[in-house]
Structure formats: structure tokens, C-alpha cells
């Protein structure tokens, strides 16, 4: 920025009452959850009577009929919800003078062309926008929302409205013993001795510049904030429609747990530029970072990438939707998501456009659960050559090669035949490997619930010593069964036998486990080493 800021102190009630709010799309959509607006009205009503009270910094770019807020959306539509509901309270208790302050200060400010009485904050999206004017417009606190609970089941207008009824709900029980008074104090106290900082940028179309040196120096911004507002900036005559895209992706990822649009997003890039780091994403998008030679998307580019990528990425996310996969993809997608694994999924999205693509999805599925058993799956290094490959895939249209470049992670036969029979695994693995031997394929469909036939307790009382407790995890001591608990009190491996072996899954091998007179840990090695061959058999084809 070559203009320095200005810099001023104003009260809340000349900050609003001069200004008409309109919040860029760059920015996010309000985000305060119950936390945040219960801390906002606990450090308000602890301080209704000190001389005046600081509310931070607010960073505004204005023209000649808007205030832009770069910075402050947060406190600005909570202190507006805030003063619906004084307004509200005051008309219910029968200070209209008082209620006609708080509307013409906070709320509305007339049209000098054409006398209309506008809402002096206008949100980013028309349907949140229209929850927040439901709100203020209201001459009652007695309200409901009043469209259909599809548009009203969006997470920012549940925001809004839960926000203003804990600030409703605490005023209440606040002024119930001197409404008429108090509502005087919670008036002159926002009005009067509630401040602002303000900064004002002196150019609206380069001030999301600002929002990206909020983060820089430590606001609590998000990539996803960042990569928004980055693409925003780019968009043009192409705002409009890019914001709704990025709104409809956003909501159909979310921004929290491992499939948020930021995964979402990092993979759409690794695919068709390599691999990406997740601290690096921004920077790389952006272009921020001059240390990368990998061919970043333009903004406008990506978006049209992750609006073509998002049908087929999200049943990779959930596999029971509908979608372009096809059903070998399909049981691929619900075999790593058993396994819990999507450093995969960069090529995943390459693989779907090529020829033979079914092939390629099947080699990469071996190779993820030859890993996945020798147990080194998930280093840096092996998802950055995964990454590199789905880039090479894209650029050629074929996978065999850029896969064939893998095959030095592929562990030997005999390797994996060792680690399955002796390495202890969680249940996930365990009952998905299970599965693959019964049904005979690398796509088994989710039957029965894994048990260990020994608990850990059970196998250290049989020996007398925890030296081989580490067994009771290993596939030799899995059975699948049709039931979900286990009956109370099977503590031995003959209780086992009665209790349990008729009720194992189509295939399970039940036979031999009846002949056997009991189940030590000489017997859960020899039957490992049975079904590790016979795992083999299916994931080393011949």
C-alpha cells in the first residue's frame, strides 16, 4: 500500500450513524458461534457503567456511498443484533423516543432519493441477508424465522439467528427488574461510551490487500479466508458468479475435519501441479511463493477445476451418492475410506479421465494396502511422489507409466505374507483384509464386525505373562461374526466355540476354527500364516 491508513477514535453511535456498512465478498460470512456471543455480551454488561469501553479495531474502504468493513464484520453485525433487540425491547416496554434512537443511530438511514428507510448493514449473501433484515426490520422480539427450513437450514443464518436470540434472552433477564431505566443505561452505553478504533483504507478495490495483512500478522483468518479472498480479487466482471461457486463448494465440504475445502482444494492442485504442501497451499495459489516452478492454476481456472472435480471428489468423501465414479470406483473409494486413507485422492481425479482407468485404479489400490500392511504408508515423501504422479497423469492421459514410476514402494510378496501374519493392526485394517480373503477381491463389501478371539486380558491370564499379548492384535486372532458385541463373560477360548463360532459372516472360516481344541498363541501364528497367504493370493494376483 502506498497511501498510509488514517487513523481515528469514534463512538459506536457516530461510527454507525454516519455510515451505511456493506461487507466485501472477499470476506468471510459471519462466524461467531454461542462462545463468541456470550463473551460479547458478558464484557458488555460488565462494563454498563464504566466511563467508556474499547471495542478493537475496525478497518473500513469507502467510497461515496458505502463503508466497506475489511475488518470488524464480527462486531458489527452482533452490536447491530444487539440493538434489534434494545429497539425491540424498548417498544415492547413503551420508550418509542428511545426506540426511534437506536433505529435511526444503528439500524436504518433514510434514502435522501427516495425516502426509503435502509438497513445501514448489508450482508455478503442474499439469503443471510434477508435473515438479518427478518431480524432488524421487526418491531417485536417475539419472532420466528419465516421461510423455509431449506434456506433457513444454512449454517450462516442459524448463526444469525442464534446469535440474536442469546443477545435477546440475556437483555431480557438483564432489565427485568427497571426495564425503563435500564434500557436508558444499555442505550448510552452503546451509543455513548462504546468505541471504535477505525482505520480508513483509501481504496476499496485494493483494500482485500489488507485482509491478507490481518492474517500476516496473526488474525484468526483461515486458508480458506485467504484462498477466497485471494480468488475474489481475480474474479472481475466474474465476482458475482465466483462468489456463488465458491459459497456452494464451501457448503458442500465445510471448513473443519479431514474432507474441508481446503483438502478439497489442495487436491484439485496436486493433481494437475504436483504435489502441494498444505502450509504452502495459499502462498503457491496466490503466487506468493517465487520458489516453486510447478504450473499454479489461474484464479478463475481453479474454480471452474473445483466445480468440475467436486461431484467426483465427494463421493471419494461418501460413496453412497451419486455421481460420475463408476462401480469399480466406486468400491475403491468405499475400500479407502475403510482404511481411512486420502493421500490418494490427487490421483484418483486424474485417473478418472483416462483410458483403461479402471486398471489404474486397481494398481493403485494394491499398492495402498501392500503399504498399508508392511506399515509405511503416510511419510511426506511417499504422498509427494503420490502427488507428482497425478500430475504426470494428467499431463499425458495415461497412468500406467507415472504408477509404473511407483513400483519401489511396492513391498515383495513374501514381505507382506510376514508382516500380515505377525504385525498387530487396528480393527479397520484388520476386518477390511478379513473381508478381502472371504469374499476373494480387493473390493469386499462391509459385512459383520471384526472380534479378537483372545482379548489382550484374556491371552495374558491364558499365559501367564504379557511377552505375547502383542498377538491378540494380529489377524490370526480375528474372527467376523454377524453380531456387534460380544456376550459378557467369554473369557476362554471354549466359550468362544459356543457362543460366537455360529454366528460368523457367509464364508468366515468356521469349520477349521471348530476343530480346534484350543487357541494359543501357537495356533494364532499357524492360522496368520493361513491367512496371510491366502491375502496374498488376492493382492498378488499371479
Same mark, same amino acid.
Request: aromatic share 10%.
Given at each position: 500500500?502506498?497511501?498510509?491508513? %488514517?487513523?481515528?477514535? &469514534?463512538?459506536?453511535?457516530?461510527? /454507525?450513524?454516519?455510515?451505511? $456498512?456493506?461487507?466485501?465478498?472477499? *470476506? =468471510?460470512?459471519?462466524?461467531?458461534?454461542?462462545?463468541?456471543?456470550?463473551?460479547?455480551?458478558?464484557?458488555?454488561?460488565?462494563?454498563?457503567?464504566?466511563?467508556?469501553?474499547?471495542?478493537?479495531?475496525?478497518?473500513?474502504?469507502?467510497?461515496?456511498?458505502?463503508?466497506?468493513?475489511?475488518?470488524?464484520?464480527?462486531?458489527?453485525?452482533?452490536?447491530?443484533?444487539?440493538?434489534?433487540?434494545?429497539?425491540?425491547?424498548?417498544?415492547?416496554?413503551?420508550?418509542?423516543?428511545?426506540?426511534?434512537?437506536?433505529?435511526?443511530?444503528?439500524?436504518?438511514?433514510?434514502?435522501?432519493?427516495?425516502?426509503?428507510?435502509?438497513?445501514?448493514?448489508?450482508?455478503?449473501?442474499?439469503?443471510?441477508?434477508?435473515?438479518?433484515?427478518?431480524?432488524? %426490520?421487526?418491531?417485536? &422480539?417475539?419472532?420466528?424465522?419465516? /421461510?423455509?427450513?431449506?434456506? $433457513?437450514?444454512?449454517?450462516?443464518? *442459524? =448463526?444469525?439467528?442464534?446469535?440474536?436470540?442469546?443477545?435477546?434472552?440475556?437483555?431480557?433477564?438483564?432489565?427485568?427488574?427497571?426495564?425503563?431505566?435500564m434500557l436508558g443505561v444499555w442505550v448510552e452505553f452503546i451509543t455513548e461510551k462504546l468505541y471504535f478504533a477505525i482505520f480508513n483504507h483509501p481504496d476499496k478495490d485494493t483494500a482485500y490487500k489488507v485482509f491478507e495483512v490481518i492474517n500476516d500478522r496473526g488474525r484468526d483468518l483461515t486458508t480458506a479466508d485467504l484462498l477466497k479472498n485471494y480468488v475474489l480479487s481475480q474474479a472481475g466482471v466474474e465476482r458475482e458468479r465466483v462468489y456463488r461457486d465458491w459459497k456452494s463448494l464451501s457448503s458442500d465440504f465445510g471448513t473443519d475435519g479431514s474432507n474441508n475445502i481446503v483438502q478439497f482444494i489442495r487436491h484439485v492442485v496436486t493433481s494437475r501441479s504436483g504435489y502441494v504442501l498444505p502450509s504452502e497451499l495459499y502462498s503457491f495459489v496466490s503466487g506468493a511463493s517465487e520458489r516453486s516452478t510447478k504450473p499454479r492454476p489461474k484464479p478463475l481456472e481453479l474454480v471452474d477445476q473445483m466445480k468440475s472435480a467436486a461431484p467426483l471428489y465427494q463421493q471419494m468423501v461418501d460413496p453412497s451418492l451419486e455421481g460420475p465414479a463408476s462401480a469399480v470406483e466406486i468400491g475403491t473409494y468405499q475400500a479407502l475410506s475403510e482404511l481411512s486413507v486420502i493421500t490418494v485422492r490427487p490421483i484418483l481425479l486424474a485417473l478418472h479421465d483416462t483410458l483403461q482407468s479402471e486398471d489404474g485404479v486397481d494398481y493403485l489400490l494394491r499398492l495402498v494396502v501392500r503399504r498399508i500392511v508392511v506399515g509405511s504408508l503416510g511419510t511426506g515423501n511417499i504422498e509427494r511422489r503420490f502427488g507428482d504422479a497425478a500430475r504426470q497423469i494428467r499431463d499425458t492421459g495415461h497412468w500406467s507409466g507415472p504408477l509404473r514410476e511407483l513400483d519401489d514402494l511396492n513391498p515383495p510378496r513374501e514381505d507382506f505374507v510376514e508382516q500380515l501374519r505377525k504385525r498387530p493392526m487396528s480393527k479397520a485394517p484388520l476386518a477390511f483384509l478379513r473381508r478381502s480373503i472371504i469374499q476373494k477381491t480387493i473390493r469386499p463389501h462391509l459385512s459383520g464386525t471384526l472380534h479378537f478371539i483372545h482379548t489382550k486380558k484374556s491371552l495374558a491370564d491364558l499365559l501367564g505373562t504379557d511377552s505375547a499379548v502383542r498377538w491378540a492384535s494380529t489377524i490370526g486372532n480375528t474372527f467376523l461374526a454377524n453380531v456387534d458385541r460380544r456376550p459378557p463373560g467369554m473369557d476362554t477360548w471354549e466359550d468362544f466355540k459356543i457362543l460366537m463360532l455360529g454366528h460368523g459372516v457367509h464364508g468366515e472360516w468356521t469349520e477349521n476354527m471348530q476343530q480346534q481344541a484350543e487357541w494359543s498363541v501357537q495356533d494364532i501364528q499357524d492360522y496368520g500364516q493361513q491367512l496371510a497367504l491366502a491375502a496374498a493370493d488376492i493382492w498378488y494376483p499371479v
Open positions: 500500500m502506498t497511501t498510509p491508513l %488514517n487513523a481515528s477514535a &469514534s463512538t459506536a453511535g457516530a461510527l /454507525f450513524g454516519a455510515s451505511s $456498512f456493506a461487507v466485501p465478498d472477499y *470476506q =468471510r460470512e459471519y462466524a461467531w458461534t454461542g462462545d463468541e456471543v456470550s463473551q460479547f455480551w458478558n464484557d458488555f454488561r460488565n462494563n454498563l457503567h464504566t466511563p467508556s469501553y474499547f471495542l478493537g479495531l475496525i478497518i473500513l474502504a469507502s467510497d461515496s456511498e458505502r463503508s466497506y468493513v475489511v475488518d470488524g464484520q464480527q462486531r458489527i453485525v452482533t452490536l447491530s443484533l444487539l440493538a434489534a433487540a434494545i429497539r425491540q425491547e424498548s417498544i415492547a416496554r413503551g420508550r418509542n423516543a428511545l426506540a426511534d434512537l437506536v433505529e435511526s443511530t444503528f439500524l436504518k438511514v433514510v434514502s435522501y432519493k427516495t425516502d426509503e428507510r435502509l438497513a445501514r448493514t448489508e450482508l455478503i449473501d442474499s439469503v443471510d441477508n434477508s435473515t438479518f433484515l427478518s431480524i432488524i %426490520n421487526s418491531d417485536t &422480539s417475539d419472532i420466528e424465522p419465516s /421461510f423455509p427450513d431449506e434456506i $433457513f437450514g444454512d449454517g450462516i443464518s *442459524q =448463526r444469525l439467528w442464534s446469535s440474536y436470540k442469546i443477545l435477546r434472552n440475556n437483555l431480557r433477564s438483564h432489565i427485568a427488574s427497571d426495564p425503563f431505566q
